[in-house]
Each structure stands twice: as structure tokens, then as C-alpha cells.
């Protein structure tokens, strides 16, 4: 199996685990003289075996990560973290970029000549610049990440 089904594994097997959940909650209590829609208690042992299977995937996926070695990015762990990085980074970079520029400020202008004007902390254009190239180095490095979990084997 490839690290990329392993991944697909993975997320239809958390998203069976939170529609179990939600059954649960659903059928765990129910009225006097009422049957429950479904057993809780079978959903609730059901829910445990998905989560036992999803365990051993995420192990497994942990540990080709850490195994899988991507050139210049180092393992994929590195090259992941690295992607977390760069994203956490875009989003500072843009957020601070849109509050000096008074995105989303109401009234940000002035209406009257006797009002203070607001001043700028940051310089705008560098920064939206600076997301640009962070935005393509996130593209970049996907790529590169979504290609090594087509092309690398998931570790037992």
C-alpha cells in the first residue's frame, strides 16, 4: 500500500469514528416505553474496533514519515513540519499585512479634517510580498510531499 491510501485510509476512518460518536450521543438515552433508534452499545463497540484498526494506521503512517527520506527536505516528518511552518508563517505575514492596512476596519478613513488620521505600523506591499513567496514555497513543498506519499511504500 502506498503512504497516499494509507493517508485516505486514515481520514475516512476518523470521519467513521465521528459519525459513530454522533450515534452514540444519539442513541444513548432514550425514553420509557421507547426503544432506541440504535444500540449504543453495539455503535459504542463498533466506534472501538475502528479506532483499534485506526491506531495501527496512524503508526504505521508515523513511522514511514519518519523512514521516508526527501532529498533536500530531509525525512517527509521534516518536510511536514516545514509545511506547518511556512503556513503558520503565511498567516501571520497576511494577517499583520491586512491590519495595517485596515482591512476590515470600519471608518478606517477619515470623514472630517479635524479627526486624527491612521498611520500605517508596517509596511504593506513588503509584507503581501513576503506572503507571495511564502504562499509559493507552501505550493512547492506540497508537491513535493504529495509525490513522496504516491511514490513511498507504508512501513509495517
Avoid at 10 to 33: D, F, H, K, M, P
Avoid at 113 to 133: K, T, W
Amino acid at each position: 500500500m502506498k503512504l497516499a491510501e494509507a493517508l485516505a485510509e486514515r481520514a475516512e476512518a476518523t470521519r467513521r469514528v465521528e459519525q459513530l460518536r454522533a450515534r452514540v450521543v444519539g442513541s444513548a438515552r432514550y425514553q420509557e416505553g421507547e426503544t432506541p433508534a440504535e444500540d449504543a452499545a453495539q455503535l459504542l463497540a463498533e466506534a472501538g474496533e475502528v479506532l483499534g484498526a485506526l491506531e495501527t494506521l496512524i503508526r504505521r503512517i508515523n513511522r514511514t514519515n519518519a523512514a521516508v527520506e526527501m532529498g533536500r527536505d530531509g525525512t517527509l516528518t521534516d518536510a511536514l513540519a516545514r509545511r506547518d511552518v511556512l503556513r503558520l508563517r503565511h498567516s501571520v505575514v497576511t494577517a499583520a499585512a491586512d491590519a495595517a492596512a485596515g482591512t476590515g476596519e470600519r471608518g478606517y478613513g477619515r470623514q472630517l479634517r479635524s479627526e486624527l488620521m491612521m498611520l500605517s505600523a508596517l509596511p504593506v506591499a513588503e509584507l503581501r510580498g513576503q506572503a507571495d513567496v511564502l504562499a509559493r514555497e507552501i505550493r512547492e513543498i506540497d508537491v513535493r510531499i504529495q509525490r513522496t506519499n504516491w511514490e513511498a511504500d507504508l512501513l509495517d
